[in-house]
């Protein structure tokens, strides 16, 4: 049986924060009665394409979906249950702010069928939370954890970010030791980058801003307190509980079919891709129209599916393994496993049952390793050529 993930953009907040360069539209409630309009036609367009799939994961992500309400996060997910073929045991998440939920509100979710959700807390330092743009304080997050367990969420995940600011290592020590007394069942830690555009983008050479070897205390700190509390590292920034790592966003790491709903929502089907437009006025349009929604397809050929392999495999613990990579390319992992034994020797990765995944140390540098993984590959394509594959070969001759 095929399964596909569906992901819904909703571009909305209520203000935007300071380091925010994400697809969202701040204070525009004017907005949202014609965007939710346009992703219930959208839905029922595109649920032709995955007729043969079912659905079992939904990710509601932002923006900030809470504050799109939620009777209108209802009736989007109820047209999605009528035009696709969701699972009933289906993961379906919603991400949240503190300050845009309440018990009652949650309760409606959770009674429509959503069963896990992403708060995003950042920090337990509220003069930190105020100089990012947050609306919320910490006493905020302790509310919403609370409101979303009494609601009946069994699956509560924290977002958190490091190298914020002015934050020092006892601020994140801190932010860490309360958060993990709340007992959510996730925990993600990012690290902050500060993008072009964005107002902290003046801050970015500032001694404000922790530098890297700070910025690498920070996670290496996080990744062994968080292991001390029966969280499992399964990705870079991601850790949970038994049972509790977020199937939606695996797909992503480990190649899986999604479709993606609304303006800059992003879709992988097969070996096919293709984005919407990011503009949210532009996409209401187009969907009211019968204008295309989406940019060009791009077909997806198997040695750019085997780099992928690599990008997303390398960036969780479950990692890559020599027959996963053969099945999608036959491009010669000899030259990888070289690098990668050597990155072990450097106590940067490990094998363990024939499977090459980074340690906390080499999920530090990754960007830099997964480059030179990229770059034999693509030495071993100039050398050799394109491989082929027998049965892509004979299905052309008959």
């Known amino acids: 049986m095929n399964t596909v993930g569906i992901y819904v953009h909703i571009p909305f907040c209520a203000s935007r924060c300071n380091y925010c360069d994400f697809c969202s539209t701040a204070d525009r409630r004017d ?13 029922r367009e595109a649920a032709g394409g995955i007729a043969q799939s079912v659905c079992d994961t ?24 009528r035009k696709f073929r969701v699972l009933k045991s289906a993961e379906v998440t919603l991400e949240a702010n503190p300050d845009s939920v309440d018990l009652k509100s949650l309760k409606k979710l959770r009674a429509a069928g959503f069963n896990r959700i992403s ?27 609370s409101d979303a367990r009494r609601a009946g969420f069994g699956n509560v995940s924290l977002d958190l970010i490091y190298g914020l600011p ?25 690290g902050l980058k500060i993008e072009p555009g964005t107002p902290l983008w003046e801050y970015k050479d500032s001694p404000m801003i922790p530098d890297d070897d700070l910025q690498a205390d920070m996670y290496l700190y996080a990744v062994n307190t968080l292991a001390a509390h029966d969280y499992n590292q399964y990705e870079i920034s991601n850790f949970c509980r038994p049972g509790k790592a977020s ?19 992003a879709s992988n089907i ?3 891709r293709y984005t919407c437009v990011e503009d949210v006025e532009d996409y209401i349009k187009r969907v009211r129209t019968g204008a295309p929604i989406c940019g060009p397809v791009e077909i997806v050929d198997q040695y750019e599916r085997a780099s992928e392999y690599l990008m997303l495999g390398l960036r969780t613990t479950h990692g890559i393994s020599e027959e996963e990579y053969a099945a999608i390319y036959r491009g010669g992992f000899g030259p990888l496993e070289e690098l990668l034994k050597d990155y072990a020797v450097r106590g940067l990765a490990r094998c363990h049952d024939g499977r090459w995944s980074f340690t906390p140390p080499g999920f530090l540098l990754s960007n830099r390793l997964i480059g030179e993984l990229l770059d034999a590959q693509t030495e071993c394509k100039f050398h050799i050529g394109t491989p082929w594959r027998e049965k892509d070969y004979f299905s052309t001759l008959f």
């Open 31 to 43: 907005l949202i009665p014609a965007y939710r309009g346009a992703l219930l036609r959208h839905i």
């Open 58 to 81: 939904v990710y509601f992500g932002g923006g900030t979906p809470s504050w799109f309400g939620a009777n209108n996060l209802i009736r989007v997910f109820e047209e999605m249950k």
């Open 119 to 145: 708060i995003g807390a950042q920090s337990a330092n509220d003069a930190i939370l105020k100089f990012i743009g947050r609306r919320h304080k910490f006493e905020d997050v302790v509310r919403a954890v």
């Open 166 to 190: 002015a934050q020092t290592r006892d601020d994140w020590v801190d932010t860490l030791t309360r958060v993990i007394e709340l007992e959510p069942d996730h925990i993600s830690c990012y």
């Open 247 to 265: 199937k939606h966003n695996l797909k992503y790491w480990q190649l899986g079919d999604y479709l993606g709903l609304g303006a800059s929502a």
């Open 270 to 272: 097969g070996d096919r």
